[in-house]
């Protein structure tokens, strides 16, 4: 009922005349795959320090955001992940968040067209990521190249602005003001607590969890009402062909 629901609230397109309808998208887990940047990064380290079993790392073994537990899906001896995590967690951070890194995104599935949807139906796309703005480029070429909307004023972008900045705060803060300026209808994110803490901000929203990975999954969400968790988005569009006629499903 809350996906029939949010499905209608998109696509009905009486709006409030004081403020335009939003739908605020993380990026990373939410949007877009990281898997090939962490196997990217991972080999590479392997290289450096000689490690055959991280220049031979698989997808399969990419678990999370939680890089010990990829190090120890690798095979390496728990002694030698704590020895080696001082070394590889700048490595890592100076890869991961920089513009080279992001030829290695890809979409999650059905990402592109439901975002594509959701502008066509004149709802704006609101991207609030804690990736910063030293590489907002990177990601706009990025998201373009697959085919997601990046152009204003029916996109806006809330960056970090600082690297150093913790995710959470920034989109805290990110939240409070995307709320003064839109009638935010939905909120996705992969992180459990950064959409729990986000809901306060807007309560209006249906707030969108997607199981893909994240940092910590046994965040305890304390808002349920309006949640709705889905693997990717082939459910959702699923749902809009179900409900809507053609004219609004035609683009997919
Ligand atoms: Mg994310």
């Known amino acids: 009922m809350i996906l029939k629901n949010l499905i209608l609230a998109i696509s009905n397109s009486i709006t409030d005349v004081s403020k335009p309808k939003g739908i605020v998208f993380d990026i990373d887990s939410t949007l877009l795959w990281n898997t090939r940047r962490h196997l990217a990064i991972f080999r590479e380290f392997g290289q450096r320090v000689g490690i055959p079993e991280l220049t031979s790392l698989q997808p399969l073994q990419v678990e999370d955001w939680v890089l010990h537990n990829t190090m120890r899906n690798a095979g390496l001896a728990e002694e030698d992940v704590e020895k080696l995590m001082p070394r590889f967690l700048p490595f890592w951070q100076e890869r991961f968040f920089s513009p080279h890194f992001c030829q290695y995104d890809e979409p999650i599935v059905g990402a592109v067209q439901f975002v594509r949807w959701v502008k ?124 809507l006629s053609s004219r609004a499903s035609l683009s997919f």
């Not at 994240?214 to 082939?234: G, I, M, S």
Request: net charge negative.
């Open 120 to 243: 066509e139906c004149g709802v704006e796309v609101i991207y609030c990521s804690g990736r910063h703005l030293e590489i907002v480029e990177a990601t706009c070429r990025s998201l373009a190249s697959f085919g997601f909307p990046t152009e204003p004023p029916a996109v806006s972008w809330f960056l970090k602005p600082k690297f150093e900045m913790l995710d959470l705060d920034f989109k805290l803060s990110a939240a409070a003001e995307i709320s003064s300026r839109w009638n935010v209808i939905a909120a996705f994110e992969n992180e459990p607590e950064h959409l729990d803490r986000m809901s306060f901000y807007l309560p209006e929203a249906v707030h969108v969890l997607l199981s893909t990975n994240c940092r910590d999954p046994h965040y305890p969400v304390k808002n349920l009402q309006k949640f709705l968790k889905v693997e990717n988005y082939a459910k959702i569009l699923a749902e809009i062909r179900k409900n």
